[in-house]
């Protein structure tokens, strides 16, 4: 016997109509050969551009040598005088000290020969307070 | 190697600047007791390590002090105390100039 006739939910007649199910890349955008381009392009003129520079400092490092060559003899001089000042200073001091230390030859020389021996920066600073010293030796240092 | 004097041959310097601290130093810059080191090499000279420390005392001591200063450490600590004493007892008074006070000139 037939079916019976019951109302269910059907398509509408004549199906549905046509769904969208394919993907959308929009095709926009350089292409890869000349995105390479532009990378390698950007590269280029970034390496010739430092290649400049690094030239330019090159010329302004000479300069700033050639300018403390120039001053060197002046800076030579006042660090001098300030060594024999300081040298000075610390002989008759040590004259005042060790008045009463019997067997002290004051301003004794520590080695056998004549010549002149740079006095280390200890020697130059000992009856200072010992911040002197370290800024002497330290003052214009930034590494840590 | 021993006598094939690789670094003469090839024209390098490679660390013959370390042997001695009076041989030519990268740029240039003289060790601080090269003077020192030069005057018991040359008064050593062939004799060997061991008589040339023993016959050229004076510059071996010399080259001594002024790697180690020794001399000068004990000398600067006797006249530290020493003032320190003074200090103590009140019979000296370190000038402007050893108390940081002093105005600053170049």
Sequence with gaps: ?????????????????????????????????SLFALGIGSLLVGYYTL??????????????LEARI???????????RRTLRMLRENLEEEAKIMRGVPGWKVG?????????????????????????????????QNYV | MPFWDLQKQLGIDVDSWLVRQSMPQ????????HAFEREWVECGHG????????????????????MNRTKLAQRLRTILEQRDKLIKQGKYTPPDYHTGKEEPRP
């Design chain 1, 1 to 33: 016997m037939a079916p019976p006739k019951v109302k269910q939910d059907m398509a509408p007649p004549g199906g549905y109509g046509p769904i969208d199910y394919k993907r959308h890349l929009p095709r926009r955008g350089l292409s890869g050969y």
């Design chain 2, 47 to 66: 004799l060997g390590q061991t008589r040339a420390r023993r016959e050229c005392q004076l510059e071996y001591e010399d080259f001594m002090e002024c």
């Design chain 1, 51 to 64: 290649v400049k520079w690094n030239r330019e400092r090159r010329r302004l490092l000479i300069e700033e």
């Design chain 2, 26 to 33: 990268p740029y240039g810059q003289a060790g601080v007791c």
């Design chain 1, 108 to 140: 004794e020389s520590r080695f056998h020969t004549d010549r002149w021996v740079p006095p280390t920066p200890e020697e130059l600073y000992f009856l200072r307070p010992p911040a002197e010293l370290d800024r002497e030796k330290f003052g214009l």
């Design chain 1, 70 to 80: 120039a001053l060197m003899p002046l800076l030579q001089a006042e660090s001098d």
